[in-house]
């Protein structure tokens, strides 16, 4: 079956670029969605954004302007990398693969099927 | 301030039922777009319990179930155990926000 590991380093200096990578094994990267999503300590959810194995993104407009995440096929692997970061960063970070299970002639439907055990980043100096 | 509401915490007696309500606006659950519930143990990832408002994944014990009612979903826990003490997210998309969003989560303590 299909698991996710997250990996990448643990402290970030302000003002630095946080960068992480998804390893998926079990199964391909390709046909599907792959998201990044975090949760700052003591709070809630927050999607970050995904990609489409074609390279397709969609990011979180509250964090477009500082996200990026990219896909390498060859590796099984997708990355996220969000710059400039600031302490409200500081948070868990998890892959999840975004199942579209549903579309209508407007739009489809997404949930996240599997997750990563996700990895801490702390943003301090 | 999340666009789906949820209840900060509910709690119940084992054996008990509980329900967890997610209530979002027109530009969400009104506007047709499904809602997925997340469990999350304590240190741990969060697990998919319900996608499509009322759907299990396989390995899902039917005492968890979802509905749907006009901008209102609510999750329903019946025989309450000890290990369903837990958070419950709902996550929907929202069209105003061009994005996906969770709700604020709801903690579950079992008494």
């Known amino acids: 079956q299909v698991q996710l590991q997250e990996s990448g380093p643990g402290l970030v200096k302000p003002s630095e670029t946080l960068s992480l990578t998804c390893t998926v094994s079990?199964?391909?990267?390709?046909?599907?969605?792959w998201s990044w999503i975090r949760q700052p300590p003591g709070k809630g959810l927050e999607w970050i954004g995904h990609?489409?194995?074609?390279?397709?993104?969609n990011y979180n407009p509250s964090l477009k302007s500082r996200v990026t995440i990219s896909v390498d096929t060859s590796k099984n692997q997708f990355s996220l990398k969000l710059s400039s970061v600031t302490a409200a960063d500081t948070a868990v970070y998890y892959c999840?693969?975004?199942?579209?299970?549903?579309?209508?002639?407007?739009?489809?439907?997404?949930?996240?099927?599997?997750w990563g055990k996700g990895t801490t980043v702390t943003v301090s100096s | 301030q999340s666009v789906l509401t949820q209840p900060p915490s509910v709690s119940g007696a084992p054996g008990q039922r509980v329900t967890i309500s997610c209530t979002g606006s027109?530009?969400?659950?009104?506007?047709?777009?499904?809602v997925h519930w997340y469990q999350q143990l304590p240190g741990t990832a969060p697990k998919l319990l319900i996608y499509?408002?009322?759907n299990r994944p396989s390995g899902v014990p039917d005492r968890f179930s979802g509905s749907k009612s006009g901008t209102s979903v609510s999750l329903a826990i019946t025989g309450l155990q000890a290990d369903d003490e837990a958070d419950y997210y709902c996550?929907?998309?929202?069209?105003?926000?061009?994005?996906?969003?969770f709700g604020g989560g709801t903690k579950l303590t079992v008494l």
């Open positions: 999840a693969r975004f199942e579209k299970y549903s579309c209508s002639a407007r739009n489809c439907q997404y949930y996240m099927d599997v």
């Open positions: 990609i489409y194995y074609s390279g397709s993104t």
């Open positions: 499509g408002n009322s």
């Open positions: 996550q929907s998309y929202d069209s105003s926000l061009s994005g996906w969003v």
């Open positions: 027109s530009s969400n659950i009104g506007a047709g777009y499904d």
């Open positions: 079990g199964g391909s990267i390709s046909s599907y969605y």
